[in-house]
C-alpha cells in the first residue's frame, strides 16, 4: 500500500461569503514542496471569482490521466528496448451528464505524439500494443469510470 498526500488551502479573506461573492482560487500543497495556483474553472465559476491562470480540478484530473499512461508508456518502451526521444500529448476531456444524470468528466481523450529514435522504433501495430499496456497499467485509469480513448501517433520527424 502507498499513501499519496495534498493539502487544499482556502481563505476567505473578508469576501462576502453567503452570496457566492468570493473567490475560489486556492493553494495545492504537496509533500515534495510544490505549491500550485489552484481555482474552480472559469467554465463553472465565472471570473473574477475564479482566476483563469490557475490549475482547475478538471484540468487536473486530465493531466494526471496524461501523465499516468505518459509515465507507463514510457518504463513499457524501455522495457521493449525502444528509445522515446519525446512525448507531447494534447489531452482533452469532455464534461457532460453521466449515466446518473450527473455532471462529469465522462470522456478523456489523449493524444499522444511520441518521437522515437530514427535508427529504430515500432510498427504502428506495436506502438498502439505498447498504449494498450501503458492504459492497463495506469493507477489513474484504473481508478476511475471516465471512458479513455488513446489516438497515438508516431512522429516521423526524427
Known sequence: MHKYHATIEWERNGETFTK???SRKHQWIFD???????????NI????????????????FIASISSCHMLWF???AAQEGYIVDAYS???????????K???AITEVILRPVVTFDKNQHPTPTTHDKLHHRAHGRCFIANSVHTNITINATIDGSS
Request: net charge negative; charged share 25%; hydrophobic share 25%.
Open 20 to 22: 457566492n461573492k468570493y
Open 32 to 42: 515534495g514542496g510544490t505549491t500550485v495556483s489552484a481555482s474552480a474553472s472559469p
Open 45 to 60: 465559476v465565472p471570473e473574477p471569482f475564479s482566476d483563469p491562470s490557475s490549475v482547475d480540478p478538471e484540468e487536473s
Open 74 to 76: 514510457l518504463s513499457i
Open 89 to 99: 500529448d494534447q489531452a482533452e476531456g469532455l464534461m457532460q451528464k453521466n449515466k
Open 101 to 103: 444524470g450527473k455532471l
